[in-house]
């Protein structure tokens, strides 16, 4: 079980099995959100995830037409990212889980609209927009 809080605390949650695909996303809404070059993100089926305190706390933003993000409205940490063009799986940033996730990055997205001042070091695939191809 692997277990995750937003920075004051009040917010936590659980994930039953292993997280999916990681991602580093280097898209402007996320250097926005997190204040930084890039976020990241591991794929989680929608019904592994729960709530296990503060769930009266959880604020969404609607970034996108498709795309909401979830954030504490105490502390303002990130917690997910949701597709509603994908009803089955979440996007849990990978920084608010405890300890180790177990699952690493697997690659970059959006590095079309990389910040200026990072440069990527590792090999990991790059993809201009997402990962896959529609
Ligand atoms: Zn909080
Ligand atoms: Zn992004």
């Not at 996320?30 to 976020?39: M, S, Y």
């Not at 795309?67 to 799986?89: H, K, W, Y």
Request: charged share 20%.
């Amino acid at each position: 079980m692997i277990e995750g809080k937003c920075l004051c605390g009040r917010i936590q949650y659980a994930v039953e099995g292993d997280i999916g695909e990681v991602s580093h996303c280097h898209c402007s809404m996320c250097q926005r959100i997190h204040g930084a070059a890039f976020g990241t993100y591991g794929a989680v089926p929608r019904e592994n995830f729960r709530w296990l305190s503060g769930s009266d706390l959880v604020q969404v933003y609607q970034s996108s037409a498709s795309m909401d993000r979830t954030f504490c409205s105490v502390c303002g940490s990130t917690l997910q990212a949701i597709l509603n063009t994908e009803p089955d799986v979440l996007y849990l940033a990978l920084g608010t889980i405890n300890g180790d996730p177990k699952c690493r990055p697997s690659f970059h997205i959006f590095v079309g609209s990389k910040a200026p001042w990072y440069e990527i070091t590792d090999d990991l695939p790059q993809h201009e927009t997402w990962s896959y191809t529609e």
